[in-house]
T-cell receptor, first 113, second 113 residues
């Protein structure tokens, strides 16, 4: 069990650029979640996958955000035309199906200049 | 939307003291989880609670799932400097099939050696 991994750990970009983050869940976990965390707050849910199906999206996930999990293993989160308000820590978590115990990765900290 | 009220916001204690923090909600949760987060890292799971009234320990940590299913507390006994960090409660709302977690705003713990 190698844990959830995320890449990159840090990303600095200019406003208007596109960025893509990757998450590799714990290998036998069917469910994969994306959260966003801003300074001084707890993580907020963005979206989740069961295997390759994206089953729920938060209203926080504007149309500039898209997430995929094409083979039911790793997932990518893309933000198009980044804005300064997108600056945050993006966290990925995974769990076995039908359990509530989610394990988090180290996060990707995005800074939009 | 559903919210968790976590208190206190911060604590500054002497090494060796016991610590208590709690979370409350106006709605029922099926699961309560407690996480610890260090700066620049993802949340690390400490304790998971699945049944109302459940009391679970993990070393010096003890947590309970409230009987009403609307609250939970975390106790840390005999605090040590490495307990420093931000502690988050998280709950999985009742009647929610996605298993997404709702997080409190965190309790920042500082320990004076």
């Amino acid at each position: 069990d190698t844990g959830v991994s995320q890449d990159p750990r840090h990303k600095i970009t200019k406003r208007g650029q596109n960025v893509t983050f990757r998450c590799d869940p714990i290998s036998e976990h069917n469910r994969l979640y994306w959260y966003r965390q801003t300074l001084g707050q707890g993580p907020e849910f963005l979206t989740y996958f069961q295997n390759e199906a994206q089953l729920e999206k938060s209203r926080l996930l504007s149309d500039r955000f898209s997430a995929e999990r094409p083979k039911g293993s790793f997932s990518t989160l893309e933000i198009q035309r980044t804005e300064q308000g997108d600056s945050a820590m993006y966290l990925c978590a995974s769990s076995r199906a039908n359990t509530d115990t989610q394990y988090f990765g180290p996060g990707t900290r995005l800074t939009v200049l | 939307g559903q919210q968790l009220n976590q208190s206190p916001q911060s604590m500054f204690i002497q090494e060796g003291e016991d610590v208590s923090m709690n979370c409350t909600s106006s709605s029922i949760f099926n699961t309560w989880l407690w996480y610890k987060q260090d700066p620049g890292e993802g949340p690390v799971l400490l304790i998971a609670l699945y049944k109302a009234g459940e009391l679970t320990s993990n070393g010096r940590l003890t947590a309970q799932f409230g009987i009403t299913r609307k609250d939970s507390f975390l106790n840390i006994s005999a605090s040590i400097p490495s307990d420093v960090g931000i502690y988050f409660c998280a709950g999985q709302p009742n009647m929610d099939s996605s298993y997404k977690l709702i997080f409190g705003s965190g309790t920042r713990l500082l320990v004076r050696p």
